[in-house]
């Protein structure tokens, strides 16, 4: 089934240089970036964001970490796009993540693993109307 999914190019991928190769990992996999833009979050921001990990043991730093710098934030439309995309990062953690994935090539110690992608359809939805208006989005 044809999917959306949300993705963050968190601030460690972005300090990396990493957009275009990450970008062209996308693409590659026949993922499509129909919606994308540079953010640079208000703690606010990114404590709304992840409000579901809130009062976990790595909250206040996955939400310091998520403002050091610039992000990148997408909706990824494609087959399957919430699995695949899922595929492309690797596990959670840098350190589990398999050779090849993006979390595996340009993350390190949690909670700097790189990238962000929604873990269902449901969640995608709720994720890219955190971000993006519907005019924002251009399926093509
Ligand atoms: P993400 O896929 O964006 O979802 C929640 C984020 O919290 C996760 O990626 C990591 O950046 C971070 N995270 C999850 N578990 C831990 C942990 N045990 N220690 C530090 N950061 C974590």
């Known amino acids: 089934t044809l999917e959306r ?19 062209t990992r996308l693409e590659q996999s026949q993922l499509k970036i129909v919606a994308s833009k540079m953010l640079h979050l208000s703690p606010e921001q990114a404590a709304g ?20 710098g610039p992000i990148m934030v997408q909706v990824l439309e494609g087959e399957n796009a ?29 909670p700097a693993n790189a990238a962000h992608g929604s873990d269902s359809t449901e969640s995608a939805a709720r994720e890219i109307a955190y971000f993006f ?3 924002e989005l251009c399926p093509r």
Do not use: W
């Open 5 to 23: 999914t949300f993705s963050i190019l968190k601030p460690d991928a972005v300090a990396a240089n990493a957009i275009g190769q990450i970008y």
């Open 49 to 68: 964001f992840y409000a579901e990990h809130e009062g976990k043991s790595f909250y206040e730093r996955l939400v310091s970490f998520m403002c050091s």
């Open 82 to 110: 919430v699995t695949r995309y899922r595929e492309i990062m690797g596990a959670t953690d840098p350190e589990q993540a398999a050779a090849g994935t993006l979390r595996y090539d340009y993350g390190s110690i949690m």
């Open 133 to 135: 208006t519907n005019d």
